[in-house]
């Protein structure tokens, strides 16, 4: 990355003092939830910050990968009802619990590289959907990972269920809703709720390690991947259109020169040079 890209890479402001963003590796961009004083809880604030933040990041292929995580020693205890005015509860709930969310889940649904949420501990409610909204998820093995609504007398959403379904299956996602149990990290990664765990020591660095790893793949690959499993997520059957856009999205890697680049660099054993082209 050219030291151009960079200062205007670090320029770019999340707007929240409670959402940190740096760049730890090439290519690889780390927003940092950072609410100590309640567990990284989830605030309009931090979540209004991660919709504004996103689609800055998106600028040809300067970043490549997106790690979210949390500051030490939590990821994120979930929304913060903490903070809900209960005398004004019964009026503007639904605006209070619910109406933040969407914005940001849909930014980073909406991210076309690579997202890797590094739960480098417990991660509840509204964090764990954050969490599983990703498209990779590692966990620190001290880690717990629970949805509790059934202990707040709360009906979670339509579009967040669907996340979990989609993730962990329907009977997993009901023993999940239903029990309100946190799982352990093992548990988690046993019933795919996270793809692997790591040691709490030295967490940070094997999450940044696989960031940095997708980073390093073929910037047409990774992102036109990414946008053929979104519409095969969204389409389980597909019209004849989406078909043909899929058929045309991997016929254009064929003429691409990252396609020519990566086979030549694997003949010639070593590392390729990535144009995104």
Request: aromatic residues 6%.
């Amino acid at each position: 990355m050219s030291e151009a890209e960079t200062d205007r890479l670090e320029a770019i402001e999340t707007g929240s003092e409670r959402l940190l963003l740096d760049f730890p590796a090439e290519a690889v961009a780390r927003l940092t939830i950072s609410n100590p004083e309640k567990r990284n809880a989830l605030d309009h604030g931090i979540l209004d910050a991660i919709a504004a933040t996103l689609p800055k990041l998106d600028r040809g292929i300067e970043i490549r990968c997106l790690l979210v995580t949390g500051a030490a020693p939590v990821f994120s205890a979930g929304y913060d009802i903490g903070s809900i005015p209960t005398e004004s509860f019964e009026r503007d709930a639904e605006a209070l619990v619910a109406h933040p969310f969407p914005a940001a889940l849909a930014a980073l649904d909406a991210f076309p590289w690579p997202t890797v949420a590094a739960l480098n501990g417990h991660c509840l409610g509204g964090g764990l959907e954050l969490a599983i909204t990703c498209d990779l998820r590692i966990a620190a093995r001290d880690a717990k990972l629970g949805m509790p609504p059934a202990k707040l007398g709360l009906i979670y959403g339509h579009t967040g269920i669907r996340r979990f379904i989609e993730t962990i299956g329907a009977p997993r996602t009901r023993e999940l809703f239903f029990t309100g149990r946190n799982l352990d990290a093992g548990e988690a990664e046993a019933i795919g709720l996270v793809n692997g765990t790591a040691d709490t020591d030295g967490f940070e660095t094997a999450a940044l390690e696989l960031a940095a790893g997708i980073a390093s793949n073929a910037p047409l690959s990774m992102r036109g991947n990414k946008q053929a499993i979104e519409t095969i997520l969204a389409n389980p059957v597909l019209t004849g259109e989406q078909e043909r856009e899929l058929v045309e999205l991997r016929e254009s890697c064929f003429a691409s020169e990252d396609l020519l680049e990566g086979i030549t660099a694997f003949r010639d054993k070593r590392k390729p040079r990535w144009t995104g082209r």
